[in-house]
């Protein structure tokens, strides 16, 4: 009980300054908590899967989360390849279910659009900041 109020008054002291502050710090903070949530998602499959396999799924979310920040429209272009990596691997791997695919591009995907609509609001940001 007392780790989880010390976990809680740390977190506040993080997030309450970000969301004050707003924009990068902001982004930034929502950018970490996507990658730490996916990382504990993917701790889901670690016993069941082939390791190589995790890391692989780990990696192409983060070469995603990287290009969503250069070029919105060819993360979601590369989210169609993962999902037929996903498939590939439920092809190849018997213990691979397909709750899990599903499981696994619903949250890439929606963490990817999470990332993608913060930095939309980004640029609203700015464009509100020059016409004021």
């Given at each position: 009980?007392?780790?989880?109020?010390?976990?809680?008054?740390?977190?506040?002291?993080?997030?309450?300054?970000?969301?004050?502050?707003?924009?990068?710090?902001?982004?930034?903070?929502?950018?970490?908590?996507?990658?730490?949530?996916?990382?504990?998602?993917?701790?889901?499959?670690?016993?069941?899967?082939?390791?190589?396999?995790?890391?692989?799924?780990?990696?192409?979310?983060?070469?995603?989360?990287?290009?969503?920040?250069?070029?919105?429209?060819?993360?979601?272009?590369?989210?169609?390849?993962?999902?037929?990596?996903?498939?590939?691997?439920?092809?190849?791997?018997?213990?691979?279910?397909?709750?899990?695919?599903?499981?696994?591009?619903?949250?890439?995907?929606?963490?990817?659009?999470?990332?993608i609509s913060l930095l939309i609001c980004?640029?609203?940001?700015?464009?509100?900041?020059?016409?004021?």
């Open positions: 009980m007392k780790q989880r109020v010390i976990t809680a008054i740390l977190l506040i002291l993080l997030v309450v300054p970000c969301v004050i502050i707003g924009s990068y710090p902001f982004y930034l903070l929502a950018m970490a908590f996507i990658c730490l949530a996916s990382y504990e998602i993917m701790r889901l499959f670690d016993q069941k899967w082939p390791k190589w396999a995790v890391y692989s799924i780990y990696l192409f979310f983060l070469l995603t989360v990287v290009l969503a920040i250069i070029d919105p429209l060819k993360a979601i272009s590369l989210s169609i390849v993962f999902l037929m990596y996903l498939f590939l691997l439920l092809i190849i791997f018997p213990q691979i279910q397909f709750e899990h695919i599903g499981l696994i591009f619903m949250i890439y995907f929606l963490a990817i659009l999470t990332v980004q640029k609203i940001d700015r464009m509100v900041v020059v016409l004021i």
